[in-house]
């Protein structure tokens, strides 16, 4: 019988709903806002234009992959594995290149990784229906693994100078990984906002069945999602390799928790459905801002590490209270 | 139809001199202003078997999880043992002795039989304040050959068929030494020589005085084990008194003698358009809850198709749209033979599907209006890759105007909306696809009767402009007012095909209980 009843709201609730939904972004803009001034009045040098590309060059890694990380959660889900793929990546192109294989040949085989650990990702989660957490928490290990395995564990030193253009050269005096990062997030916002495929991920986020019973072809959409996913994190892998100068196995340590923690900030619900690309770029930046200033402010590395938990928790802890109302 | 009225025992009988164990007064319960029940009266008696009856949706449900805790009431009173009660949760009803047994199993098939029985008691605990499994199974087991059991307590119900993991159900729900049982549709997944144990139970629990309330819609049952009968029926309680007072064709009229009021009667077709080709054609299609089952669908016609729950009536719909796969037989459209595995290849075939759930199965609860009705056919928005929405926002416009979904603006979210404004959405969905067959699961299912008649009448101009219609519906007045064939389905098979004309209620009815 409770079938028949079903919960009615009037407009107006959707209305201020709505309404709601802009000041969930806004609100992150103004802490943005409110930290950015808090750092300009306390932390020497926060405001000087090295300072502030230095930050956008720095947080260029992990705003990659949180774009990737961006469409997972849209769909319900999780992906573990960038960081660990960032490693693969890295130390598979600056292999190859040692191995005297073409520069743009290396990138695009680094990138490579990226796709076909993000696609059996995609696959276990959409056709077997593992749950996604399991899926990359399993490939996280084995990937870092790999990278262990095949570097042997050590750097892997790097020469090639378009590797290096990618990761620690610039362009008209700004670094190059910011216009990387920039072009990614346009095209996902495009992708996102006016392809099919984008509007299927919202669908399937929202309510899969649903979707299933629309004609979405639901494990196609779930498997692409992984891939590029996995396409961002081996991209963040190659460029990474560059501005360090070489392929390490330990890269991109952690990474994986940082794009999560951007994501949620940025307003993207775990359950699904609900978010924007914009919004993780906010949340990208609140940690990044966060991070530079604690290190303006002489803020002991280790207790750096303490705030930075402190705000993933506070992110969960937002995240529901916004699915409450 | 006439089944023998002999008694299993007259214990009921004479127990109707005594005070009642529980009395329900005025009951009356709204779910967010839909009334549910409304001045309900029912009495139960020690050592009786109580027929409660009534459509899909006439309130049993919402009654037997009152009497269970589930639910609290907005109005009238419950006296138990002398008392006037009011249960806190469900916990607390079955502390005082009143168990259910679910029409779904509730078992937890990872742990063994024993466990699933005692669940929800106080476990037994050893010395050491860890649980003593040696004791569980004991008492398990005891409770098991009481109801005439031979599984053992150490088994895992994972491993037990349906009909034993419903006597491990009835085990449980006597281990809480019940005064009141009450049974929802217990013989469902029963086989005959089940239900007869079922049935020894029951007497036996009669003459241990336990009340119990027996929800069933199958009439020979009713009459075999009840010694009273309680009829609902859109949540009003239209009749009360003892099973050999009334007979099956009697209690059928109580079930269904709703007045058809104020819904939008269809002038059905008279052509004879039945020799035309049909547009649809099953043939001995077996699949998920469907056996060997022929039929027809022609264009232009409204296709009702009736049966209580479980008759098979969403899986037919399931078959078509290539959500569960056919195992048998064939399915034809407009003379060729086609083979549908997906929903996608049913949309390329046209055939759209408003599901039985909206909330579940049919709404994007985070995505607009708009984006709600454009969703199936979004590939028809994008030039050059990239959705235009300038033309989604005008075929929005349309078709909100079109069905007549109240909107404040079509950009607002979809759960904003009224239920009957939501199903609209839906619907409106499942046209933009432009399809020549409409499969509807309960197309008004929690939708007020305004939107209920709009909804209708919209049908009826699909039928009109040449879609073949198939509609699946418990409310029986829907399905006499639009349809212009009626499908009757039992167990899975078509149990016969009435025409819209010749159709009433009781005949639906009597072929949906088994008639023959």
């Keep these: 019988m409770q079938g028949n009843v079903e919960v009615v709201k009037n407009s107006n609730h959707a209305v201020k709903k709505g309404l709601q939904y802009y000041f969930d972004q806004l609100g992150m803009v103004i802490i943005l806002f409110l930290l950015c001034v808090a750092m300009a009045i306390f932390a020497p040098h926060f405001l000087e234009v090295n300072n502030a590309l230095n930050v956008l060059k720095q947080l260029s890694f992990t705003a990659i992959l949180a774009a990737g990380m961006t469409i997972v959660i849209l769909t319900g889900g999780i992906d573990l594995s960038v960081g660990s793929i960032v490693a693969l990546s890295g130390v598979i192109s600056v292999l190859s290149l040692n191995h005297g294989v073409n520069p743009i040949i290396a990138i695009l085989l680094g990138i490579a990784v990226g796709i076909v650990a993000g696609f059996i990702n995609g696959y276990l989660t959409a056709v077997p229906k593992l749950p996604s957490f399991i899926v990359t928490l399993g490939s996280m290990t084995y990937l870092r693994g790999l990278a262990l395995v095949i570097s042997g564990g050590y750097p892997m030193v790097l020469t090639n100078s378009t590797f290096k253009f990618l990761g620690a050269g610039s362009i008209l005096g700004i670094p190059t990984p910011i216009y990387i990062m920039s072009l990614i997030y346009l095209i996902m916002f495009f992708v996102l906002k006016y392809t099919m495929f984008g509007r299927h991920v919202y669908a399937i986020g929202g309510n899969e069945e649903a979707a299933r019973l629309t004609g979405i072809k639901v494990e196609k959409t779930l498997i692409k999602v992984y891939t590029i996913s996995g396409l961002l994190a081996g991209l963040t892998g190659v460029v990474l390799a560059g501005r360090l100068f070489s392929g390490q196995p330990t890269a991109g340590m952690e990474y994986e928790l940082q794009a999560i923690a951007a994501v949620i900030l940025g307003g993207t619900s775990f359950v699904g459905g609900f978010g924007r690309i914009q919004g993780t770029l906010i949340g990208v930046l609140i940690i990044a801002v966060l991070n530079n200033g604690l290190t303006l402010l002489n803020v002991d590395s280790y207790w750096q590490k303490v705030v930075t938990g402190a705000v993933i928790v506070a992110a969960v802890l937002l995240d529901r209270l916004r699915t409450k109302r | ?516």
Excluded: C
């Design chain 2, 1 to 516: 139809m006439q089944t023998t009225l002999t008694k299993e025992s007259n214990v009921g009988k004479l127990a109707l001199n005594t005070k009642p164990i529980m009395s329900m007064e005025s009951i009356s319960k709204s779910f967010s202003n839909v009334k549910v029940l409304n001045d309900v009266n029912i009495q139960l008696y020690k050592g009786e078997v109580h027929a409660l009856m009534g459509e899909n949706g006439a309130g049993k449900s919402t009654l037997m999880k009152i009497m269970a805790g589930v639910h609290r009431i907005d109005q009238g009173k419950i006296i138990y043992r002398g008392q006037e009660v009011q249960w806190a949760n469900p916990m607390e009803a079955r502390d005082n002795g009143i168990s259910v047994i679910h029409q779904e199993i509730s078992l937890s098939p990872n742990l063994s039989i024993g466990e699933n029985i005692l669940m929800g008691t106080n476990l037994p605990k050893n010395k050491l304040g860890l649980v003593n499994w040696n004791e569980i199974h004991a008492r398990a087991e005891i409770i098991l050959r009481s109801i005439g059991s031979t599984l053992s307590p150490h088994e895992s119900v994972s491993n037990l068929s349906i009909a034993q993991q419903q006597m491990v159900e009835i085990a449980r729900a006597l281990s809480f030494n019940s005064e009141i049982l009450i049974m929802d549709e217990p013989t469902a997944s029963l086989t005959d020589t089940e239900i007869e144990k079922l049935f020894d139970i029951i007497a036996d629990l009669k003459q241990k005085g336990v009340a119990i309330v027996y929800i069933s819609h199958r009439m020979d049952e009713i009459f075999r084990i009840s010694d009273r009968f309680s009829v609902l029926r859109d949540g009003h309680g239209v009749a009360t008194g003892t099973i050999d007072q009334t007979n099956p064709d009697h209690l059928v009229k109580l079930m269904v003698g709703r007045e058809v009021g104020d819904l939008f009667q269809r002038s059905l077709r008279v052509d004879d358009y039945q020799s035309q080709q049909p547009i649809l054609e099953l043939n001995n299609v077996s699949s998920k809850g469907v056996k060997s089952l022929s039929m027809q669908l022609y264009p232009g016609e409204i296709l009702g198709v009736a049966g209580l729950v479980g008759a098979g009536r969403t899986e037919l719909v399931r078959a078509i749209f290539g959500l569960s796969a056919i195992t048998e037989g064939g399915v034809w459209m407009e003379g060729k033979k086609i083979n549908i595995q997906s929903p996608s290849d049913a949309m390329k075939y046209g055939i759209a599907h408003v599901p039985e759930s909206r909330k579940e199965q049919g709404l994007f609860p985070n995505l607009s209006v708009k984006e709600n009705i454009v969703m199936a056919e979004l590939a028809s928005y994008q030039k050059k890759g990239f959705i235009r929405y300038k033309l989604i926002n005008h075929d929005a416009d349309q078709f909100i105007e079109r069905l007549g979904v109240k909107v404040a603006t079509k950009e607002q979210n979809v759960m904003g909306l009224s239920g009957g404004n939501q199903q609209k959405v839906v619907i409106a969905r499942w046209l933009s696809i432009k399809p020549k067959i409409l499969l509807l699961d309960e197309p008004t299912r929690g939708v007020d009767i305004g939107a209920k008649t709009q909804i209708h009448q919209i049908i009826s101009q699909l039928a009109e402009e040449g879609m073949a219609i198939l509609m699946v519906s418990s409310e029986l007045p829907e399905v006499l007012a639009v349809s212009d064939r009626i499908l009757v389905m039992h167990e899975g098979k078509i149990a016969t095909t009435l025409s819209g004309k010749e159709a009433t209620q009781e005949k639906i009815m009597y072929y949906a209980t088994g008639g023959k």
